[in-house]
C-alpha cells in the first residue's frame, strides 16, 4: 500500500486522484479546507485508506499543525490545490491582489507544503513529490491572457526544479505536470479530457517517478513538456 498527500482532494482532480487510489487499495491523506464539507468517498472510504486534514494551504500555520498531527511515513505528495485567480489578470489589467492570492496558491503553498511534509517523505523507501502545474505557466509559449495564472504557474514550475535539485542528494525526485485540459469547475464542461482520465494518467507518472526524471515537466500522458 502507498501513501499518496493530496491538497485539494475534495474536488475535481484532487477527488478523481482519490478515488483513483481508493479505488486501487492505496492510502490517501486528503487534505481540504473544510472537513465538515466532503463529498460521501472522503467520509466512506475504508478507515485504513483515508486520512482526512483540513488545511487552507495559503494558512502557514495550519500547514505546520497538519503536519505535526501526522506521524506516518509519505511516499507521494501531489500538489494539486490551485485556483485560476481574479477576473481581471491581463497584463495591462490586473487586479493585483488577486494576482497575490493567486500567487500564494499556486506558487508558495506547494513549497510550503512541501518543507512542512518533508519528514514525512523522508520516511518513505520511495519518496517522490509531484506538482500539479499547468502548460500555461511554460515560458517556451507566448500566449498572453490570464497573466496572474500563468506567472503562478510559472513561478512554481522555478520553484520545484529548485526543489528537485536541492532535494537529488536526498534521493527525491521533484517533478511538475500539466494535467491535461480538464472538465472540472476551473477546466470548464468543454475541456478536453475527463478528471478521471487525467487521474489515470497523473498516477502513472508518480508510480514510475525516479531520480532520473528529476526537475523536469510532464503532461498527464507521461510525455516531456517543454518549460
Ligand atoms: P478545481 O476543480 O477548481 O479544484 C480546485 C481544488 O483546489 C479544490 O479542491 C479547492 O478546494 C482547492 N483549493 C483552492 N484553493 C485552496 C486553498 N486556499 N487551500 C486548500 N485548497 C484549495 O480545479 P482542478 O481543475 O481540479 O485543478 C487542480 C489543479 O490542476 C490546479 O492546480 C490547477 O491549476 C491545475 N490545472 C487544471 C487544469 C484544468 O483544465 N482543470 C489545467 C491545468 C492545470 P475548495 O473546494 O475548498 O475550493
Given amino acids: 500500500m502507498t501513501t499518496f498527500l493530496i491538497t485539494g482532494a475534495n474536488r ?7 478515488a483513483a487510489l481508493i479505488a486501487r487499495g492505496d492510502r490517501v491523506i486528503a487534505t481540504v479546507r473544510d472537513p465538515f464539507k466532503v463529498p460521501g468517498l472522503l467520509r466512506t472510504a475504508p478507515r485504513d485508506q483515508m486520512v482526512l486534514l483540513g488545511l487552507d494551504v495559503r494558512d502557514g500555520r495550519a500547514v505546520s499543525r497538519a503536519a505535526a498531527t501526522l506521524d506516518e511515513p509519505v511516499d507521494v505528495l ?9 477576473e481581471r489578470q491581463t497584463a495591462l489589467d490586473m487586479d ?3 494576482f497575490a492570492e493567486t500567487l500564494a496558491v499556486n506558487t508558495l503553498a506547494p513549497l510550503r507544503v ?36 500563468r506567472a503562478s504557474k510559472a513561478g512554481v514550475n522555478k520553484l520545484m526544479q529548485c526543489l528537485a535539485t536541492e532535494l537529488k542528494p536526498a534521493g527525491i525526485p521533484v517533478v511538475v505536470a500539466h494535467p491535461g485540459w480538464v472538465q472540472t469547475d476551473m477546466g470548464g464542461a468543454g475541456a478536453d479530457i475527463t478528471p478521471d482520465a487525467s487521474a489515470v494518467g497523473l498516477l502513472a ?11 523536469q515537466f510532464f503532461r498527464w500522458d507521461g510525455s516531456v513538456h517543454p518549460w
Wanted: glycine share 14%; aromatic share 6%; no cysteine.
Fill in 114 to 149: 512541501a518543507q512542512a511534509f518533508l519528514p514525512h517523505l523522508k520516511q518513505s523507501r520511495v519518496p517522490r513529490i509531484l506538482t500539479i502545474s499547468s502548460q500555461m505557466g511554460a515560458l517556451s509559449g507566448s500566449a498572453s491572457g490570464s497573466a496572474a495564472y
Fill in 96 to 98: 493585483f491582489e488577486g
Fill in 12 to 18: 475535481g482532480i484532487g477527488l478523481a486522484l482519490t
Fill in 78 to 86: 501531489i500538489n494539486n490545490a490551485g485556483i485560476f485567480g481574479p
Fill in 205 to 215: 507518472l508518480a508510480d514510475k517517478l525516479t531520480l532520473a526524471d528529476t526537475g
